[in-house]
């Protein structure tokens, strides 16, 4: 309840709480302690998921705009990708793990195969793991455009990939 006042998440104390029930659990077994004090302990409820709230078209449009002004070498890539985010969805993981292959032109969808985060590509986070995702007229001739421009154009290379090493973006 301590975490809980400080502003700790419902499911970080509910997840604190798991390890210390099962490090009890284990003493427990080892006669090591008596009983399992976790078990008297209320669990906090879960947190209720606000609405999302999406970017209006001027705010997607704003952001884009900003990266752009800023001006240095990944803000092209940036901008593409804020753009891509707001008329997606997808998450910046999901984008980031995006390869030439997945992008169906002439389906105008895009293929969600893997996510990158924290250095490593793993399968997307979505319950639905795999899925494709509409692609907009817009943001099909604004990644055409940087197709056309990059350097990483074979199809196992990543859309979103650093301008001059094509790396994933960190």
Same mark, same amino acid.
């Given at each position: 309840?301590? $975490?809980?006042?400080? +502003?700790?998440?419902? $499911? ?9 029930? #099962?490090?009890?659990? @284990? ?9 399992? &004090?976790? +078990?008297?302990?209320? $669990? ?16 997607? *449009? ?6 752009? *002004?800023?001006?240095?070498? %990944?803000? &092209?890539?940036?901008?593409?990708? @804020? %753009?891509?985010?707001?008329?997606? =969805? %997808?998450?910046?993981? *999901?984008?980031? +793990? ?17 996510? @990158? ?12 793991? #795999?899925? #494709? ?15 056309? +421009?990059? *350097?990483?154009? =074979? ?7 650093? &301008? #001059?090493? =094509?790396?994933? %973006?960190?």
């Amino acid at each position: 309840s301590a $975490k809980a006042k400080a +502003g700790t998440s419902p $499911k970080t104390v509910r997840n604190a709480l798991a390890l210390l029930h #099962s490090v009890y659990e @284990y003493a427990r077994r080892k006669g090591w302690a008596k009983r399992n &004090p976790c +078990g008297d302990v209320d $669990k906090p409820e879960p947190a209720q998921h606000a609405d999302i709230r999406f970017l209006e078209r001027e705010e997607l *449009e704003a952001v884009v705009r900003a990266e752009r *002004e800023h001006g240095d070498a %990944l803000s &092209p890539t940036l901008a593409l990708m @804020y %753009l891509a985010a707001g008329m997606t =969805g %997808l998450r910046m993981g *999901e984008l980031i +793990g995006i390869r030439w292959r997945d992008v169906d032109w002439p389906a105008a969808r895009v293929r969600v195969r893997q996510s @990158y985060v924290r250095g490593e590509f793993t399968t997307p986070k979505s319950r639905r793991g #795999s899925r #494709s995702v509409p692609l907009a007229d817009e943001l099909a001739g604004e990644l055409e455009r940087h197709y056309q +421009g990059s *350097e990483f154009g =074979g199809d196992d290379d990543l859309a979103f990939a650093h &301008p #001059s090493t =094509g790396r994933p %973006l960190d």
